[in-house]
């Protein structure tokens, strides 16, 4: 790990893990800025290519641009909230923890990915638990774990209640969240409109896996004073 980013006191919450993470997210802020807004200005100009069969390799290839950036970006965010919580975060902090367990990150992200593209293919709902009962598999994995399934399942377990709640106001919020940003997109169109949805999705996003990086210390740091 490198040790050039700044330690600070370790981030804890009190009543609210959501609206703590909103400021110690913050603390990454040289990773987070330009990725969501390098993300968010990618995949507004991906998308703003019209689909046509005759234009097939163009989709093709648009399609794969978008995803690498988006898993980049996101492995670029899981890390900054996690690390977050105890220093400020900066490239090489980053880079450094994606080349030592970017892999397990990759194979971990693939799998929800497949879970939850089940769980939509059946109905709403069933993709929308997949990802609530998973928020630390992502966290997990960066971290090193040999298992992030049983980590994830263990956490729930100690803060049953707190990831209970803290699960249902993130749906709800993101359940609003598509609401409003499609009548975003409604009025602004084209690159700059899909651009400013990705920065809001973006920084959503880092703020939520901050939440949940919060809640799962929250469970390491009880277990260890436990004993």
Aim: proline share 4%.
């Amino acid at each position: 790990m490198s040790t050039s980013a700044q330690a600070l006191k370790p981030a804890t919450y009190r009543i609210s893990a959501l609206s703590r993470a909103f400021l110690v997210m913050w603390r990454g802020w040289q990773v987070l800025i330009p990725v969501v807004l390098i993300n968010a200005l990618i995949q507004a100009i991906m998308s703003s290519f019209p689909y046509s069969p005759l234009d097939s390799g163009l989709n093709i290839l648009s399609s794969v641009v978008s995803a690498l950036v988006f898993v980049l970006s996101l492995a670029c965010v899981v890390v900054t909230a996690q690390s977050a919580l105890t220093r400020r975060v900066t490239w090489p902090l980053v880079l450094a923890e994606l080349r030592q367990h970017g892999l397990r990150f990759l194979l971990w992200l693939i799998v929800l990915s497949v879970l939850a593209s089940l769980g939509f293919a059946l109905f709403t709902w069933p993709g929308i638990v997949v990802l609530a009962v998973t928020p630390f598999v992502l966290l997990a994995s960066v971290k090193g774990e040999k298992n992030p399934v049983a980590v994830n399942f263990r956490i729930v377990g100690q803060r049953f209640w707190r990831w209970l709640i803290t699960a249902l106001i993130i749906t709800v919020m993101a359940l609003l969240g598509y609401v409003i940003l499609g009548f975003t997109e409604f009025f602004l169109r084209g690159i700059l409109g899909g651009t400013v949805i990705w920065v809001i999705v973006g920084v959503a996003v880092a703020w939520f896996f901050t939440a949940w990086a919060l809640i799962m210390t929250g469970s390491r740091q009880a277990k260890v004073a436990a004993g």
